[in-house]
């Protein structure tokens, strides 16, 4: 079998002549219940996993937070009523409308006291599409065995007594799914710390086509989350038929041989978030703080071993806080229409702060913090394609890979315009998820970026608007085009992710072909 390695490619200039395959996608429109299948980041969203905050949340101490990788503490009342709760309703509306659709009134009432949120509650609405992944825990720890596994691993990981082992293995399983989750029994006694990065499913797993590729946290603030969901994947019946098609990545061979000071540069590490299907063939994925160039060496080579995409495009952005992820800088909106952080691609020189001496030193760091991209095709991995700027190789898939021929826009965090552009891209401007190919859930508080969203053709409703119009049948869900949802934010932002963070799709509609 060949072999070859991308950190031998990455560090090379780009090429400037770039070789386009034109190829468009013709595909179906046909869905099936149950199925696992994901060819995009903008086709209609049918099925995907989510997490309603818990009460962990509510328990993250200032001098955790920034371990935690939380910005500050939220207040659990105000993120759950006035923000994340407006998110299940709409994707309710869009994706299961039986469930809300003239109920609204009724749920929302006092004397409900949020029961059709709560996954341990019995009026909580349990969608089979709107999955609620605190649901799919509860059911896999019915199997005795499964129950006997986990709790052991969870147990290890968070070095637990025998004891305390024994408590979690007698709790019933819609009781112990919380704890898992939450780390506190009976919300009054924490046994261990809280994982409240768990709103972010976007960030556990990525369906590929009709693969799942888990992921492998880089933070150890994370881990219990890639626990909880490797059971969830492989026990959960929802993805038996899948069983096959579950991708884990491994630490390099024999890693533990080497010093710790070496182990830590050559850790295999992979978040979700840095994971695009942006077509049926097409995978880019993020080389950044959280996703090491060992697991993308990994990846490439696992998947086109594998036959599941055909072209592998790794974007090395600079590793920082500021940037987790690869969809903290860019996501797709429409097939020509991309929202990114300007000073990751072509912009950059635009709005740089003039420096009179810049010593070499700093120049060779400004050097590292550039934009790399390089892509890798199966036929013949040894030979990739660079792409100098960012927006080469987003107009790329927009025109060869989903076959558009209008002209490829891009949208810029705050315009481009400093201070606007960092501050905005730091409260998830650039991080949107697709309902439907133009119609995305954002945050209210980037006004900047939006006043573009506007200039290029979309129109802005604020949650609670869209949400009392699709009740009252004023608006309907599948005739709603170029919109963006204004989703409230004071609180979720601090846990810096947005709603493409808060998403992991299962299923989306194969994308029609382009209309020319
Ligand atoms: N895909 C994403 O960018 N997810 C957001 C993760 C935010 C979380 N507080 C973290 O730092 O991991």
Not at 129 to 140: R, T
Not at 284 to 293: A, P, Q
Request: proline fraction near 4%; hydrophobic fraction near 40%.
């Amino acid at each position: 079998m060949w072999f070859f390695d991308i950190a031998l490619y990455i560090n090379q200039p780009p090429r400037s002549e770039l070789f386009n395959e034109i190829k468009f996608i013709f595909m179906s429109f046909k869905n099936v219940e149950n199925k696992v299948n994901v060819t995009s980041e903008i086709g209609t969203l049918r099925r995907l996993l989510i997490h309603s905050p818990d009460s962990g949340l509510g328990k993250v101490v200032p001098s955790k937070a920034q371990d935690w990788l939380f910005e500050d503490i939220v207040h659990l009342d105000t993120i759950r009523r006035k923000e994340y709760d407006f998110y299940v309703k709409i994707l309710l509306y869009f994706l299961d409308p039986e469930k809300i659709k003239g109920k609204l009134a009724e749920i929302d009432a006092e004397a409900s006291r949020r029961a059709f949120y709560k996954p341990d509650n019995p009026n909580f609405h349990n969608s089979d599409k709107v999955i609620e992944i605190q649901v799919l825990l509860s059911d896999i720890l019915k199997d005795k065995e499964t129950k006997l596994q986990l709790v052991a691993s969870v147990c290890s990981l968070e070095n637990c007594t025998y004891e305390l082992q024994a408590e979690l293995m007698a709790l019933p399983e819609i009781k112990l799914a919380k704890v898992l989750i939450s780390g506190s029994i009976d919300d009054e006694r924490m046994i261990f710390p809280p994982i409240p990065n768990f709103i972010f499913t976007r960030d556990i797993g990525i369906t590929i086509n009709n693969h799942i590729l888990m992921n492998k946290a880089a933070k150890q603030a994370r881990t219990r989350e890639s626990v909880l969901t490797k059971y969830i994947f492989f026990n959960h019946p929802i993805f038996a038929d899948y069983k096959k098609n579950i991708i884990e990545i491994s630490d390099n061979a024999h890693h533990f041989l080497l010093p710790y000071n070496e182990i830590e540069n050559q850790k295999v590490t992979l978040e979700g978030g840095d994971v695009m299907v942006v077509s049926e063939d097409h995978l880019v994925i993020g080389c950044s703080e959280r996703t090491s160039l060992f697991a993308c060496n990994q990846v490439i080579k696992t998947l086109f071993k594998k036959k599941v995409v055909k072209k592998v495009t790794v974007v090395k952005i600079p590793k920082k806080r500021d940037y987790m992820h690869l969809d903290t800088v860019v996501t797709q909106v429409k097939r020509n229409m991309w929202i990114m952080l300007g000073s990751l691609g072509r912009m950059a020189e635009t709005n740089k702060i003039p420096v009179a001496d810049v010593i070499v030193e700093l120049q060779n760091i400004k050097e590292e913090e550039k934009t790399k991209i390089i892509q890798f095709k199966i036929e013949n991995p040894q030979q990739p394609v660079y792409f100098e700027y960012l927006e080469d190789l987003l107009e790329d898939i927009s025109k060869n890979d989903l076959g558009c021929t209008e002209e490829v826009k891009f949208i810029y965090s705050g315009n481009n315009k400093f201070p606007y552009d960092t501050r905005e891209q730091w409260t998830d401007s650039c991080n949107l998820v697709c309902i439907k190919e133009g119609v995305v859930l954002g945050y209210d508080r980037n006004e900047k970026t939006l006043e573009v969203l506007k200039e290029n053709g979309f129109s802005a409703i604020e949650a609670h608007e869209l949400v009392a119009k699709m009740e009252s049948g004023e608006i309907d869900p599948e005739k709603l085009s170029n919109t963006v949802v204004l989703m409230p934010s004071a609180e979720l932002s601090r846990a810096r992710g947005g709603f493409h963070c808060m998403s992991m799709p299962i299923l989306r509609d194969n994308l029609t072909p382009a209309l020319s």
